[in-house]
């Protein structure tokens, strides 16, 4: 059963969402403030989180940033472009406007998991890319391409979080578990080595900078 976590000091949407989420089949869990958030995710990380901005303590802006690699889907009041724009680059799966129509939220949701990795240790695919987890193995169109520690966990991120923006700072803070040779000199480094590996090994430009943000996959 998946795992839907929903932040929103609202009690009024936040049991609406419970109530339509739960007749949908998936577990519900509730936060009501930015600080009950965090220790919501201390506690456990959820398939996928629904995201309201003005809450109470740590705003959803500060939220955001504690979800990688979880679909974030920002619910919120706030409808100008700026907003949006940011918060997609920032790392936001989607971004519904309140008020919302149920059943078009309910498919968004629906749409965010089916694009989820199935669980931890899947294999992770993006076009003639696959990489699997247990075997530390990268492979495009069935070859497999030999990368480094450093470069191999940079993939896995962008990979496990294919329609968002990875940060540099989320980069530098998650794969600081998988390799200890990655600083923020160096990132640049081991991005370009990257691209070059995979554009050599028929997967073309997929890894694309995003100018003083960080990085994501190309389709």
Known sequence: MKHILVIDDDIYIGNLLQEALEGEGYRVSRAYSGTEAVLALERGRPDLALLDLMLPGLSGEEVLPRLTGVPVIVVSAKA????KTALLLGGAADYVTKPFVLRELLARVAVRLREAPAREGAALTFQN??????????????????????EYAILKLLMANPAQVV??????????????????????THVSNLRRKLREAGAGDCVESVWGIGFKLKS
């Open 80 to 83: 100008d472009i700026d907003s």
């Open 129 to 150: 890319l696959r990489l699997e987890p247990e075997a530390r193995s990268v492979r495009v169109d069935g070859k497999e391409v030999r990368l480094t520690r450093t």
């Open 167 to 188: 940060t540099k700072s989320t980069l530098l803070d998650r794969i600081a578990l998988d390799t200890p040779d990655c600083t923020e000199s160096s990132l640049k």
